[in-house]
């Protein structure tokens, strides 16, 4: 279970989850901590800073995986050569 700090939900009774520290972003995207800090000074990734503190809201965190996620793209059709078909290397007819 990844790092967080503080306790479960809020004095008031609020749900909210706990703030991640660095350590638990870094193991949650499975790279250094020297990478996360990184994206920080990039403004790359989501995080807010008391002081000296870094502190990342783990839902802010889950929307920026899912924002940076590429589709896959539907797969590619083999295709015959032009010289194949008997095309002109000038693409004249």
């Not at 250094?32 to 783990?58: A, D, M, N």
């Amino acid at each position: 279970m990844p790092k967080t700090t503080g306790v479960d939900g809020d004095r008031n009774g609020h749900g909210r989850p706990p703030l991640m520290d660095i350590e638990a972003v870094a193991q949650r995207l499975s790279v250094g901590v020297r990478h996360v800090r990184r994206l920080v000074t990039e403004k790359r990734i989501p995080y807010r800073k008391w002081g000296h503190l870094l502190r990342f809201e783990p839902d802010e965190i889950e929307e920026w995986i899912e924002a940076t996620r590429v589709p896959a793209r539907p797969p590619m059709t083999l295709r015959t050569p032009a010289s194949a078909r008997g095309a002109k290397g000038n693409g004249a007819a």
